[in-house]
Structures are given as C-alpha cells and as structure tokens.
C-alpha cells in the first residue's frame, strides 16, 4: 500500500484536533502554548501534503513563512508567559482570574 | 513583475519612520519628544500615501502589484486613510502612558507603528499567506501592547488570555487557509477566485471546511460572538492608553480582512457563507448587548458592547459585495468613537491602569463638563442616534441587509439596538444626574488625550449631520 497525500493531510487533521483539544482542556500556559505549535505543525503538513499533491511549489513556500511567523510568535508567548510566572508563581489559567463581570 | 512605489509607499513610510525612531533613540536620548515627532512623521506619511493611492486607484482602478501579492484599489487605500489616523489618534490618547513607562515609551510608539501597518496589509493583501502574515504582524504587537503595564492590575493577565486565544484564532484561520490551499491549488484570492469561477467542485467538502475556519478564524479577530470570550477580559485589563488602540485597530483590521476574504475568493460561494455570517451576526448582537447590561466596570461594558458591534458590522456583509461600501462607513465612524471613549476613560481611570469601574464617572459632568458632555456624545453615537455618525452606520447596515433579504437579522439589530440604550444611557445617567463623590478632584486632560477627544467629537457630529460625502466616498472603497 503506497501512502498518498491524503493520508498525510488526514494524519494533519488528526493533529490539529488533538492541539485544538489541548488548548480548551489543558490548564497550564506553556502545554496551551505548546498545543498551539502543534496545531501551526498540522498546518504546515496539510500545505506540504498539498502542494506535493498538486504539484505546486506554493504549499513547500508557505511553510517557510509559517515558519518564521511561528518562531516570532514563541519569542512573545515565552516572554508574556515568563512575566505571568515571575509576578504569580503559577502559569496556571485557573489562578489568571482578576478579570471577570 | 508588477513593481511600483506607491504599492508600498504607506508600509514603508512606517517603517522607516519605526527604524527611524529606534535608532535615533538609542544613540541620542532625546526622549518622548522625539518619540512623537517620529510617529507623527510615520503615521502624516503612511496617510498621505493612502490618499495618494486613493487618487489613483480608487474604484474601478485597482491594481496588483508584486507578482499578485498586493491589491492596491479603493478597498485597501480607504483602510489605509481610517487605519493611520484613527491609529494616531490612539497613540496620542496613550500617551500619558508612553511618558509612564519611561524608556520603554519609544518600544510602545514603535509597536503601535508596526501594528498599524500590519493592519494596513491585511487589507491590501491579495494572497492568503501574505494575509496570515499581515495577522500576525499585528496581532503579535497588539499581544505585548496588551501587557504594557507592570503596574500590576491584570496588564500580564490581559496579555496572556489575549495571546493564548490569539494564536489560536491564527492558527485556525491559518488552517482555513491551508485548506482552500489544497481545494483551488492556489493561495492567491484573485488566483482562488478565477479557478472557483471556472470550475464546478463536485465534492467541496474541503472547501468549505476551509471556508468556515477562515471564518472563525476572523471572527475570533473582530470579537464576533461566540468567539469573543477574550475580549472583555483583555479590553479590561489592558492598560487604559491602549485599548482605544486595541479595540479600533482589531475592528478595522478583522473586517478588513474579513470582507476580501468573503467578497474575493469566496465571493462565488456567498450562498454557503452568508447563512452562517448572519448567525454569527445575530449572535454578537444579542450576547453582546445583553452582557454588557450587567457590567459595573466601563472599559468591561464597552467590550461587551464591541462585540455587539461587531454584529451590527456583519449585518452589511450578509449582503456580499453589495454591503463593503456600508461595512466601510459603519468601521470608520465606529473606530473613531471607541478612540474617542476609550481616551475619556483613560483619562478619568488613569492610562497605566487597566479598570474603569463605572463609579469613577459618577458626576462628572459637575467635576469636567467638556469630558462629561464628549462621553455623552460617544455614548449616543454608540447606541446609534439621530444627528450622529452611528445613526447613519446603523442605517446604512440595516438597508444593506434588507436589500440582501435579510430581514429577520435587521428586526433583531433593531431591538438590540433598542435594549443597548439602557446600558449606554445608564454611562449619561451616572455622569449628570448623581452628585460627585466628596473630595475627588477634576481629572487632568492631557494635551494628546484632548486632542484625540476632540477631533473624534468632532468627526462624529460632522459625519451625522452631513454624511453624504463619506458615503459617497466608501462606495469606490470596494475591492478589485
């Protein structure tokens, strides 16, 4: 049995509800925030798989700007979560709740 | 190759104007003086381009630029001619917050640049991947913007529900965008567009899969209900100088996005999206304005009723291409009244702190009647009087809707815009007709908030009294 495409962007989308399912049921920042690249990673398979499917160039490109974008987005996850943990001790969402009405 | 100047004339201004600042700051020290000049230089020259694109492309001239990846046309030069102002206005509004936060001012200025032009390439975007990069350019300087405060009351809270439920929404939206990807085999809109128009999916399955997370995706953006949970946490939290910023960037910058998105590549497939639009609208009506009745703390209600606006934007979009011109007059005028208020309540709460309890505007119009009668205003212009520029927004939505066979949806709007004067005439109430508190002095107007105050005072009079020119002009606002 040769592995097709689809397979691949079938794998991705089990991967980006596993993320999703992470970021609504996990409660400490960080594993959120790591659900979050999963979810970036799904992604980036599901524009590989379809540009490899489509014989286009356009979904390989694409991921390198994911990419990039992903590895900014982590410079200031990291720092906001870092600044939580220093004032709070916890990186609990739980315990963030000062804001509510 | 298509390459001009002016396709890029407004995102180079700012950018230049952002290196501009950083560099002289750090080798000079010249302070927030120089701050304000370098923005005032960015944001003049970003507008001033806008109108130059304006002149020569607006309408049927629109144009593509740099291998498709940039539309310049009336869509994108008019966004640019609301976003640079109203961003200005914002930053001048913040500034007793830019002067708090001591050196680190010149980051604040130079992250509300580059938030700016982000917005301004979500709209002029004319590839999806662009688009998502745009996003994120903006989102990722809205998220440190958010937690600008270390004066600790939620600033970091604020940052953080902002940044986990942001990334979220660009990773949906992103994946909608991997998915149209995969159905047309491009990830230009006029690419996806030419190929949707020529070809007949048999099995759109992944299409509109790809439809409805773009559509989440943008709705997280513009607070449309349900998908706003974060955004009264963050406009609460927020410290007081930036959430005009915040809250009228997001608007202008979402629907942008959200309106080529839908009009552009999907604009075929409007049977499948406007269904599900007009449910997202109705719901942000309704959940907005019923919460924000139970409010106490103003930046809260205010939130509560974006998202009620948010609904009343989408109401224009149910009509498809029809309805950009009414979305654009409701975006433009709205933006300016949530500078205008936001400002107000940064003034009166504190630019540094992110609450706003209701009960610091108890009697202010005796403590300062200008600030008092201002806020007034923006409250009527919220909730959608006569004589002021949101009268004519929600006028102009609900006839596009109509026009669209929407009926049911503008009834709805009517009532909920009938059940939000309650929570936005409770703000007048408060301010004049309870005594002031014994002892609490007059609030100090700084000179950047007044001026902010006033010009979108002043905008929102003139544009209720005379509208037409506006709304001739956002007709030849429209995409490519």
Request: charged residues 10%; proline residues 3%.
């Amino acid at each position: 049995m040769t592995v097709t495409p689809g397979w691949y962007m079938a794998l991705a989308a089990v991967l980006f509800v596993i993320g999703t399912g992470g970021i609504l049921l996990r409660r400490n920042a960080l594993v959120m925030f790591m659900s979050v690249e999963l979810m970036l990673n799904a992604v980036n398979l599901t524009f590989v798989a379809a540009g490899r499917e489509l014989n286009v160039l356009d979904g390989q490109v694409a991921v390198f700007f994911v990419m990039v974008v992903a590895a900014a987005e982590v410079v200031v996850g990291l720092a906001i979560i870092v600044a939580v943990f220093r004032r709070r001790q916890t990186a609990s969402v739980d315990e963030l709740s000062e804001l509510r009405g | 190759m298509n390459l001009d100047f002016l396709a890029v004339a407004p995102t180079v201004a700012i950018v230049a104007a952002v290196v501009l600042l950083l560099m002289v700051d750090v080798t000079f020290k010249v302070g927030h003086r120089w701050w304000g000049f370098a923005a005032a230089l960015g944001f003049i020259g970003a507008t001033t381009a806008s109108v130059w694109q304006w002149v020569e492309h607006r309408g049927a001239d629109g144009e593509l630029f740099y291998s498709g990846m940039l539309s310049v046309d009336g869509f994108s030069s008019f966004a640019g001619m609301v976003i640079f102002p109203v961003a200005g206005l914002g930053v001048m509004a913040g500034w007793q917050l830019v002067r708090g936060v001591g050196k680190r001012g010149a980051e604040f200025v130079a992250l509300a640049m580059v938030a700016a032009s982000g917005a301004h390439l979500m709209a002029a975007s004319a590839d999806l991947v662009l688009l998502f990069i745009a996003l994120e350019v903006f989102s990722i300087s809205l998220y440190v913007l958010a937690g600008f405060s270390r004066k600790g009351d939620g600033a970091d809270e604020a940052a953080l529900k902002y940044f986990l439920l942001g990334a979220l929404a660009s990773a949906v939206f992103l994946y909608g965008v991997a998915l149209v990807f995969a159905a047309t085999g491009t990830t230009s809109m006029y690419g996806a567009q030419s190929f949707l128009d020529a070809t007949l999916i048999l099995r759109p399955g992944v299409l509109l899969a790809g439809i409805a997370l773009l559509l989440v995706g943008l709705s997280f953006k513009v607070s449309a209900a349900p998908f706003h949970v974060w955004a009264p946490d963050v406009y609460q939290g927020a410290p007081g100088g930036v959430t005009g910023f915040l809250a009228a960037g997001a608007k202008i910058a979402g629907f942008a996005a959200l309106a080529r998105v839908l009009v552009v590549p999907l604009g075929g497939y409007i049977d499948d999206w406007a269904p599900a639009i007009a449910v997202i609208s109705a719901m942000s009506v309704v959940i907005g304005t019923l919460f924000a009745i139970a409010q106490t703390d103003l930046k809260r209600m205010l939130a509560y009723s974006s998202v009620a606006h948010a609904g009343f934007i989408m109401t224009a979009l149910v009509a498809g291409p029809a309805g950009v011109a009414d979305m654009w007059f409701y975006v433009a005028t709205y933006s300016l009244q949530v500078v205008g208020a936001f400002a107000i309540a940064s003034v009166v709460s504190g630019a540094l702190t992110g609450k706003s309890p209701l009960s610091d505007f108890t009697g202010l119009a005796i403590r300062s009647p200008m600030l008092a009668a201002a806020m007034a205003l923006f409250m009527l212009a919220m909730a959608g009087i006569p004589l002021t520029a949101g009268f004519v927004g929600k006028a102009a939505v609900f006839r596009a809707a109509i026009d669209a066979d929407y009926l049911w949806l503008v009834i709805l709007g009517l009532v909920a815009a009938v059940g939000g004067l309650f929570f936005y005439l409770r703000v007048i109430v408060l301010m004049y007709m309870q005594p002031s508190a014994e002892g609490v002095p007059a609030p100090r107007v700084p000179l950047g908030a007044g001026v902010a105050v006033s010009v979108t005072a002043l905008v929102t009079v003139v544009v209720g009294f005379v509208p037409w020119p506006l709304l001739d002009w956002v007709r030849a606002a429209i995409p490519l």
